[in-house]
């Protein structure tokens, strides 16, 4: 079966999986997304698929077909990355498909856990995503920081970056935001300077609070606090 069979039977099996409420919901969800370029699968079905498919020769070439036509795909793709065990041949595949992930729940969706066991060198990837121009790459790379890097990894170094990220798009600053909040949660001594003195700009400084007051990892004492530092 050649590439452009593959794709139109994987569309056809996408669409037989279809749910037309959902695909309405979540289509308001993401407005940088042509509606009719959702079909409209939810994730864990969309996993589920995934997982076997994944075992097929044909995953493979599904994995050569850039740009894909409908959110799912994209999705699938994501989900077919995962699988890949090789750090090197992950990578490989990832770098190839950032550039065309154009929302926020693609580029979330992404864990590409087989790094966990590269983070020493993986975190030059991380450094050099959240320098580029495209929106879902520095989302992408702040993501990973926040996902691998605030725990026994952490260093002080990572925040700063974060920090000295300078973007007038709202999901790259939405991710900024995020990171200091969760941040906040997992290392709250050495991340409350960053808001105390006011490092952020004003709407990720405050997001970031809203945020964390939001989250159940923070204790009632320290979000009390944490309001009185919203910048008004």
């Not at 370029?37 to 995934?50: N, T, Y």
């Not at 926020?104 to 450094?127: P, Q």
């Not at 002080?156 to 939405?174: F, G, L």
Request: hydrophobic share 40%; charged share 30%.
């Amino acid at each position: 079966m050649n590439q452009k069979n593959i794709v139109k039977d994987i569309q056809a099996k996408l669409f037989e999986l279809q749910d037309i409420k959902y695909r309405d919901f979540h289509a308001k969800l993401m407005p940088t997304v042509n509606k009719e370029k959702i079909i409209g699968v939810r994730i864990p079905v969309l996993r589920s698929f995934a997982k076997e498919f994944g075992k097929t020769k044909e995953a493979r070439l599904f994995l050569q077909v850039l740009p894909h036509s409908y959110y799912e795909e994209n999705n699938l793709h994501g989900l077919l990355l995962e699988q890949i065990k090789d750090y090197e041949k992950c990578l490989q595949e990832l770098e190839r498909f950032l550039p065309f992930i154009d929302n926020w729940a693609t580029c979330d969706l992404l864990a590409v856990r087989t790094v966990k066991k590269h983070l020493d060198v993986f975190i030059a990837e991380v450094y050099r995503w959240i320098q580029s121009q495209h929106t879902y790459t520095i989302r992408f790379g702040i993501g990973m920081l926040m996902r691998y890097y605030l725990d026994e990894n952490f260093q002080m170094e990572y925040p700063e970056k974060v920090m000295q990220i300078c973007s007038k798009e709202y999901y790259v600053n939405m991710m900024r935001a995020w990171y200091f909040a969760t941040a906040l949660a997992k290392q709250y001594e050495n991340i409350l300077p960053f808001i105390e003195e006011k490092k952020l700009d004003v709407w990720t400084h405050n997001k970031t609070i809203q945020k964390a007051i939001e989250s159940y990892r923070i204790t009632p004492e320290q979000k009390m606090y944490l309001r009185t530092l919203k910048i008004k």
